[in-house]
Nanobody, 124 residues
Framework: QVQLVESGGGSVQAGVSLRLSCVAS????????MSWFRQAPGEEREFVAG????????LYADAVKGRFTISRDNALQTVYLQMNNLKPVETAGYYC?????????????????WGQGTEGPVSS
């Protein structure tokens, strides 16, 4: 069983940066690829970024490429999402997810564990 706890969200102005953290508890963190998803009000949850256990593969949604950076610290069992130049349309809840695999996938239904989410609203 893996538990994920996100933090770092909050209200920010458009154009500024925010870093989200997700701490995992439980065994074998390196067995998991880790990803961030987001869900805006009334919308479906969508893939933002994902990283394999050793950082060998990193994927980003097209909408965030060049602005967001995912990283992980296996010793701390933590995955991060650095978000730069935030846009108002990116107002959403941001969720950390774990997949017991050596690959990153973008589909919500494949993930094994989810955090409770952290709000990352962006005001214009």
């Amino acid at each position: 069983q893996v538990q994920l706890v996100e933090s770092g969200g909050g209200s920010v102005q458009a154009g500024v940066s925010l870093r989200l953290s997700c701490v995992a508890s439980g065994p074998s963190f390196i067995s998991y690829s880790m990803s961030w998803f987001r869900q805006a009000p009334g919308e479906e949850r969508e893939f933002v970024a994902g990283i394999t256990w050793n950082g060998g593969t990193i994927l980003y949604a097209d909408a965030v490429k060049g602005r967001f950076t995912i990283s992980r610290d296996n010793a701390l069992q933590t995955v991060y999402l650095q978000m730069n130049n935030l846009k108002p349309v990116e107002t959403a809840g941001y969720y950390c997810a774990a997949l017991c695999s050596t690959v990153v996938v973008t589909a919500v239904e494949h993930y094994d564990y989810w955090g409770q989410g952290t709000e990352g609203p962006v005001s214009s």
